[in-house]
């Protein structure tokens, strides 16, 4: 691969600092382990959700997961694994996959910086505000697959359901 030289390569300030910050304005709870590392705790509509920051300054990467509080059980696994198929084909940004050490699904991204400024605060609320979203749009699926009874498609199906007006 040819690599686009530029005069000097210098190294992007850490996002971690900035997303500190932003939660800090929002009063979330949060630890940060390492300079490399930021967790955050949100309260969603369905469940709260924790999600987990790693910055790679050598990629220059910010890498995020956010996860569902809710576990899979061994024998639901296979159709987990047929819903998840079928919630990634719905996603423009991530994907969902399940976390084996923990068997919880999980929402993951990751966004390259190499070759920007850096990251403004604006991404960095998209990206919390993705990733909160999409567990939000698809935690019934989940719900609809373990606790319902429901097939992979039908509690797709249901989960995603368009309602009218409010109760």
């Known amino acids: 691969m040819a690599f686009i030289s530029s005069e000097q390569s210098s190294s992007l300030a850490n996002p971690l600092d900035l997303l500190e910050e932003l939660v800090d ?3 979330w709870p ?9 967790v955050i705790e949100i309260a969603g509509r369905w469940s709260d959700y924790r999600l987990f920051f790693a910055w790679q ?20 696994r296979m159709g987990v694994a047929e819903l998840l198929l079928a919630v990634n084909e719905k996603l423009w ?10 068997s919880v699904p999980i929402f993951r991204h990751t966004l390259l910086l190499r070759g920007s400024s850096g990251i403004s605060a ?3 609320e998209d990206l919390v505000d993705i990733a909160a979203s999409e567990c939000e749009r698809f935690y019934p699926a989940f719900q609809f697959l373990l606790w319902g009874g429901h097939s992979p498609k039908d509690a797709l ?3 995603l359901l368009d309602t009218a007006g409010e109760a």
């Open 122 to 124: 604006e991404q960095l």
């Open 57 to 76: 300054e050598e990629m220059s990467a910010i890498y995020l997961s956010c996860r569902m509080d809710m576990r899979v059980p061994a024998a639901k």
């Open 30 to 38: 949060f630890d940060r382990p390492t300079k490399a590392e930021l």
């Open 25 to 27: 304005a929002n009063e």
């Open 157 to 159: 199906s249901a989960a």
């Open 93 to 102: 940004l991530g994907h969902f996959d399940l976390c084996s050490d923990e």
